[in-house]
């Protein structure tokens, strides 16, 4: 059948659409065998990082503890901020580090990621721990994402919070260590359109959802490696971003769904006392 002049199948979603959501779930599978690959092997760090201090938040089985140790050779890579000022992730070391991967020209998870952050944001400037929290998205794009972009895509959705981007062999090495996959892909027919410029988008990428928590030494100790849930509330800002696929996370998060409670219960766990969801 046909909805507003395009092909759709049962699922509701174009042809392009529905083999996009197939090639997700194959992600989240292969997302979900690395994370217990690497949580399985650190059993007693996971007890440690659960159960160590009596004053301390203790994380959701969605947002699950890893203890890994990040190389100098990942820390120090010459990312670029939204001003095009070199800073790689050593930077922010001595802060507890929320870090997501994105790119501006999604309409699936990123947006919605992004409401789950601004929420997180909220909160720990109602708890006073902006000064030790950090938030910081990394973008999977380094062909579009240029650090012009990144600032009108702050403009537009409100986040505060520092953007990085980098060069495309950069970006590959920074993930690869973290384990974040993607690949370009062929725009649909009819293509997305740039929230920016109005016009249409010439190619894709299908990307892993991941969001990781790095402690105040610069290590990776927590990762949520599926979809935010935020109750299918979003601002109507982000709202706008999304595409049919995208309205489909909104409504029904999918496979690892974490929410921003449970990601501040393991930022709490880092710095020692439990963090309230504000509203």
């Known amino acids: 059948m046909t909805s507003l002049g395009r092909e759709v199948t049962d699922s509701g979603l174009s042809p392009a659409e529905d083999a996009r959501s197939a090639r997700r779930a194959v992600v989240a599978m292969i997302v979900a065998g690395v994370v217990a690959a690497v949580v399985g092997g650190s059993a007693g760090a996971v007890l440690a ?138 725009e649909g027919r009819p293509p997305s359109i740039n929230w920016e410029t109005g016009r249409p988008y010439t190619f894709d990428i299908d990307h892993s959802d991941d969001v990781f928590v790095l402690g105040p030494d610069g290590n990776e100790r927590y990762v949520a490696a599926g979809s935010a849930d935020v109750g299918g509330h979003l601002p109507a800002r982000l709202r706008r971003l999304l595409d049919p696929l995208g309205r489909q996370d909104l409504a029904h998060p999918g496979y690892g769904a974490w929410t921003p409670a449970e990601l501040l219960s393991s930022v709490g766990a880092l710095v020692g006392r439990p963090i309230p969801l504000s509203s």
């Open 49 to 186: 990082l659960r159960h160590g201090s009596g004053s301390a938040a203790s994380a959701s089985s969605a947002v699950e503890p890893t203890r890994r140790a990040v190389p100098r050779s990942i820390a120090s890579l010459p990312l670029v901020n939204e001003e095009g000022q070199v800073e790689p992730l050593s930077r922010l070391r001595g802060h507890v580090v929320v870090m997501a991967d994105f790119m501006t020209s999604c309409g699936e998870e990123c947006p919605i990621t992004l409401g789950a952050l601004l929420q997180v944001e909220r909160s720990l400037a109602a708890a006073r721990l902006l000064g030790r929290v950090q938030i910081v998205e990394v973008s999977i794009d380094g062909w579009r994402d240029t650090p012009a972009r990144l600032r009108a895509y702050q403009r537009y959705t409100g986040a505060r919070w520092t953007m990085l981007t980098g060069s495309v062999p950069e970006l590959d090495r920074f993930w690869s260590f973290f384990g974040v996959t993607y690949w370009r892909v062929p």
